[in-house]
T-cell receptor, first 112, second 111 residues
Framework: DTAVSQTPKYLVTQMGNDKSIKCEQNLGHDTMYWYKQDSKKFLKIMFSYNNKELIINETVPNRFSPKSPDKAHLNLHINSLELGDSAVYFC???????????FGPGTRLTVL | GENVEQHPSTLSVQEGDSAVIKCTYSDSASNYFPWYKQELGKRPQLIIDIRSNVGEKKDQRIAVTLNKTAKHFSLHITETQPEDSAVYFCAAGDNFNKFYFGSGTKLNVKP
């Protein structure tokens, strides 16, 4: 019954590695998002996809590449991980940009 | 792009008192203003929202007001309880799937 799910929940890796975070929603929403929440709890939008098309691409290093194979999935691939990438990454979905966003449980990424 | 500012960053109140958190936004195209509550270690969850065609909305102890002219909106929590302690985020969205959060307010309700 999980509405928005993410895997993995925790991710610990070394600098320079490449990693992916997966997100799936079973709400039938057409818009999905990735957010980064840093240690100061600031929630910053990274990407927004509507019907598999990229709508928002904020100032994010091009080491971050989102991929949406279908409307229910939005994955985040990160190349050449850096210490500053350590944060909690939240996936979210909504029916429109002006509708309730439902968040996934978050993925805590720690780069050593 | 949109700029959402939120104040205060921390707020401490006595149980039973009211709490008010304020946000301002910059983009007049924004027309959806939700408020999210995030408890420690958990995901943000919607507690109340308001759209630009409404000036005020209330849900039990929680209310939100919107002043479109001044581009600001506020969250009001009455009769606060210890379980209201959390980080609260305001946000602003538009019809183009753009969505921006404020910097958060850590609310501490002292028993």
């Amino acid at each position: 019954d999980t509405a928005v799910s993410q895997t993995p929940k925790y991710l610990v890796t070394q600098m320079g590695n490449d990693k992916s975070i997966k997100c799936e929603q079973n709400l039938g929403h057409d818009t999905m998002y990735w957010y980064k929440q840093d240690s100061k709890k600031f929630l910053k939008i990274m990407f927004s996809y509507n019907n598999k098309e990229l709508i928002i691409n904020e100032t994010v290093p091009n080491r971050f590449s989102p991929k949406s194979p279908d409307k229910a999935h939005l994955n985040l691939h990160i190349n050449s991980l850096e210490l500053g990438d350590s944060a909690v990454y939240f996936c979210a979905s909504s029916q429109h940009g002006t509708d309730t966003q439902y968040f996934g449980p978050g993925t805590r990424l720690t780069v050593l | 792009g949109e700029n959402v500012e939120q104040h205060p960053s921390t707020l401490s109140v006595q149980e039973g008192d009211s709490a008010v958190i304020k946000c301002t936004y910059s983009d007049s195209a924004s027309n959806y203003f939700p408020w999210y509550k995030q408890e420690l270690g958990k995901r943000p969850q919607l507690i109340i929202d308001i759209r630009s065609n409404v000036g005020e909305k209330k849900d039990q102890r929680i209310a939100v007001t919107l002043n479109k002219t001044a581009k600001h909106f506020s969250l009001h929590i009455t009769e606060t309880q210890p379980e209201d302690s959390a980080v609260y985020f305001c946000a602003a969205g538009d019809n183009f799937n753009k969505f921006y959060f404020g910097s958060g307010t850590k609310l501490n309700v002292k028993p």
